[in-house]
């Protein structure tokens, strides 16, 4: 922006994320990163050999047959996030020169400069869906948001951004990893939601003090508001 760019960010949300990984894609993955023959080895057993059916009622026995899965980490395994993170490790590498791609876990972000921001927004949303493709993954558009920074000097573009008739949604503000990033960057919704909540707590504590002992009381206050 101090470049007189214009700058953007897509805020990715993807489709079923951490129930969408490829086990094939995955270990195809682990032997380009090069871990080491026993580690891949336990990855594997990890993953294979896992089957599920679908029942529909105990008393009269609707019920599907056994099937393999093929996709998809075991839920409530703390490898979950780290078996998504090696597999979308690459997507950065796939960028168009003037973005900038952030991973955490599930949470993408992707930021566009460029002094022809429409244009290079189109292509990187064709580069990205197309690795999302080969990759098994897919785009929640419904919670997918897109964000064009702006100063009080800057033109503001009413940008529409599409891939295959599925839109994006053109936001003023969202929330990224716990904060509410807004298209001015002032951070005044997210100061905003933090005085609500400090507020409410503030509230709750007073109301319980004279009923609740120092020790309860410094509880609630790490709980709510440290």
Not at 102 to 112: E, G, K, Q, R
Not at 209 to 218: C, F, G, K, P
Request: with cysteine; glycine share 4%; proline share 2%.
């Amino acid at each position: 922006m101090n470049s007189k760019y214009m700058a953007g960010e897509i805020f990715c949300d993807l489709h079923e994320a951490f129930d969408c990984i490829n086990h094939v894609v995955l270990l195809e993955k682990l032997k380009f990163y090069r871990i080491s023959e026993k580690l891949y080895n336990l990855v594997k057993s990890h993953l294979d050999g896992r089957y599920q059916k679908v029942t529909l009622s105990h008393n009269n026995g609707i019920e599907s047959t056994w099937e393999k899965i093929k996709q998809g980490v075991p839920q409530g395994s703390i490898l979950r996030p780290i078996f998504f993170l090696i597999y979308i490790n690459d997507l950065p590498n796939f960028a168009s020169i003037g973005t900038k791609i952030f991973l955490y876990a599930n949470d993408t972000s992707i930021i566009v400069t460029s002094p022809n921001l429409e244009t290079q927004i189109d292509k990187i949303c064709g580069e990205i869906n197309d690795w999302f493709k080969i990759n098994h993954l897919e785009l929640n558009y419904n919670k997918t948001h897109y964000l064009q920074f702006n100063t009080k000097n800057s033109k503001v573009y009413d940008l529409k951004l599409n891939y295959q008739c599925n839109y994006v949604i053109n936001s003023s503000n969202t929330k990224f990893l716990g904060l509410i990033i807004d298209d001015s960057l002032s951070w005044k919704p997210h100061i905003d939601q933090m005085m609500s909540k400090l507020n409410t707590a503030c509230f709750a504590i007073q109301t319980i003090q004279t009923i609740m002992s120092q020790e309860t009381l410094r509880m609630v206050y790490f709980a709510y508001i440290h």
